[in-house]
């Protein structure tokens, strides 16, 4: 069968192994690695994949070819953790971060996620869309084709469905493809101030089954930390989502350990996020258990704080992991993926591999579309970062500049030399 496109001789594929499963152990640092490849698409979807010449049976006279000598490419980046949409901005507090106020007295304050919480309420559908649209921009320049979107800053109806409905339109419009995410139980509003309970018991029976009515969104997600939600309120909430329908994630262990990994590894969720904190006991029970460790290093460096999330004794331990942005305007302001990914290598010490076997193949694991994306198998969506450096590892090596230079998301070519394609 010929290909309608054909892109040849890359310096270098990045493609990693599609093992039914998500990466772990020892498999985390493996992946085929093409010299002089080629991957050639049709109808969207990944054709063939290979070295040198493409065999004259995939081309014929409509056949493009495009020579990207001197480049690498990779799957398309797939951000499996964000807060997307939000009103506001947080300059504001970082004077009082930089004088060393933490980030659970902020909240404490009134500020922090609340702040947030107030710019969402006030801002309108537009307004929303046209923020968060530019954010998307700025990622598929970045290498991004796949994004998972949260919600948790209107914490009311209104708000959370509004920006659900956000999430919907922009899945339809823009060149990225979004998974979405009910967080109502992201913080606690002030109508609820001391009865977080009741405002748990007021998301399972008002809100979950709206979301699910409306189909707002795939997964259910909570923020299980010391005064936000305890480890009981997050199993009552995600166990009542899991009867629903909705698939599972949990914000945990990422200032304090509360038990939020225990609650993962019972109700099984797709994946535990931030892990900062985690103990070597609940390691081992994310790796009995394969729940995906979601690690967030540029959190952990807009924080301010030292200790990243022990990511090579998780690996050891078994645990599949995934790094993502956290793109949000509080704890973690960026979009940029690779620089997430260069904070694995810098301050995780995970191998380039590892790296981008987390932001591709076990990130589509994270998301649930490894079916589609993740990798170049053929018949996959073709979904293809491409970056202007000789190798995989200088992608990291030289690290804080954006080097994707194309991207083509199911086989369009939509970002030409650093350009966004009208
Ligand atoms: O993942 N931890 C909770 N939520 C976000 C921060 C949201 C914010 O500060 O606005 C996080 O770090
Ligand atoms: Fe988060």
Redesign the pocket.
């Given at each position: 069968m010929s290909a309608d496109k054909i892109l040849i001789h890359f310096n270098q594929i990045f493609n990693p192994y599609d093992l039914g499963h998500p990466l772990s152990g020892s498999d985390m640092n493996d992946a085929q690695i093409i010299e002089d490849g080629y991957i050639a698409i049709k109808d969207g979807k990944i054709l063939a994949l290979g070295s040198g010449e493409p065999d004259d049976k995939l081309k014929d006279e409509h056949t493009e070819i495009i020579d990207y000598s001197g480049k690498i490419a990779l799957p398309g980046f797939i951000d499996c953790?964000?807060?997307l949409i939000y009103g506001g901005s947080r300059e504001h507090e970082f004077a009082q971060k930089l004088n060393g106020v933490s980030y659970l007295e902020i909240l404490e304050q009134g500020g922090g996620i609340l702040s947030t919480v107030r710019s969402t309420r006030e801002a309108d559908f537009d307004n929303l869309y046209n923020k968060s649209k530019r954010l998307l921009d700025y990622m598929v320049r970045y290498g991004v084709t796949t994004v998972e979107a949260?919600s948790g800053y209107g914490l009311d109806w209104e708000t959370e469905k509004r920006q659900l409905e956000v999430c919907k339109k922009l899945n339809e419009d823009h060149t990225i493809d979004l998974v979405s995410t009910f967080m109502a139980a992201h913080a606690v509003p002030p109508e609820y101030k001391g009865k977080s309970g009741e405002f748990i018991d007021m998301i399972i029976n008002d809100m979950l089954p709206k979301v699910k009515e409306e189909n707002l969104a795939e997964f259910c997600?909570i923020?299980c930390e010391k005064n936000v939600f305890t480890a009981e309120e997050s199993e009552k909430l995600l166990s009542a989502a899991k009867d629903l329908g909705f698939k599972l994630r949990i914000?945990a262990d990422?200032i304090e350990s509360i038990g939020g990994v225990d609650v993962a590894a019972k109700l099984k969720t797709t994946s535990a996020?931030?892990l900062m904190m985690i103990t070597d006991e609940g390691i081992k029970k994310m790796a009995e258990s394969q729940v995906i460790g979601d690690l967030?290093p540029a959190?952990t460096f807009s924080l301010m704080q030292d200790t990243y999330a022990p990511a090579r004794k998780m690996i050891e331990a078994g645990v599949p992991i995934t790094l993502s942005t956290?793109c949000?305007p509080g704890?973690?302001p960026t979009i940029n993926i690779q620089f997430v990914a260069q904070l694995g290598c810098y301050q995780m010490r995970l191998t380039p591999i590892e790296v981008f076997n987390a932001i591709t193949i076990n990130a589509a694991y994270a998301v649930d579309r490894a079916d589609q994306i993740g990798n170049f198998d053929v018949e996959k969506q073709a979904d293809i970062t491409i970056m202007d450096c000789p190798n995989v590892d200088y992608s990291i090596y030289f690290f804080a500049t954006n080097l994707v230079s194309d991207v083509y998301k199911n086989g369009q070519h939509v970002v030409v030399d650093g350009q966004i394609q009208a």
């Open positions: 953790h964000t807060h949260k997600d923020f914000h990422e996020e931030h967030l959190t956290d949000n704890s973690c």
